[in-house]
């Protein structure tokens, strides 16, 4: 099987190539096209900030790219709030994002004072359509979180976590799948999840 994991301008992108190596799979860490497009399955990773890493994709037409890809593609924190429709991480308030899912990415307002912006360390995850993505998983499982904003919940949302509000953990539409935590620093149920994503 050829796993591509798209390099570009975002930290963490080996971290996932460490997970797939403990699941057996030598991605291939590239922004090449035609390596991209002819893997089996495709993985976009990734820390980093929208308005910057938007701009670096549409500068190397990644941005065409992903949205181009037929196999089943896998955002992972910024990877996910960039396939979504826009996001406030931005000078200007809002930047365009690939428009993949139909969600929005917003910043997280604090309710209370002892509550704490990113969100960091693990939280609970609620599946909520029985997708493959989450096959063998008990209900509510916990994941690694690190971020300040998160996506909206809307029609491609198949998995929510409660972090002052409710919003997406998990989006899927066509053959993209996304998550906003990271599953590479997620220990074993990380690992089922990569290999779920493996199996699709």
Sequence with gaps: MKVAIIKYNAGNIF???YAMRRLGIEAEITGDPEKILSADKVIFPGVGEAETTMSYLKAHNLDNLIKSLKQPTLGICIG????CKSSEEATSG?????????EEVKLFVPDEKTIKVPHMGWNTVSAINGNPLFDGLTNDPYFYY????????GIDTIATTDYINKYSAALHKDNFYAVQFHPEKSGKVGELLLNNFLKL
Aim: aromatic residues 8%.
């Design 146 to 153: 690190v971020h300040s904003y998160h996506a909206t919940v």
């Design 15 to 17: 971290s996932v190539d």
């Design 80 to 83: 996910m709030q960039l396939m």
């Design 94 to 102: 809002k930047v365009d994002c690939l428009g993949i899912f139909d």
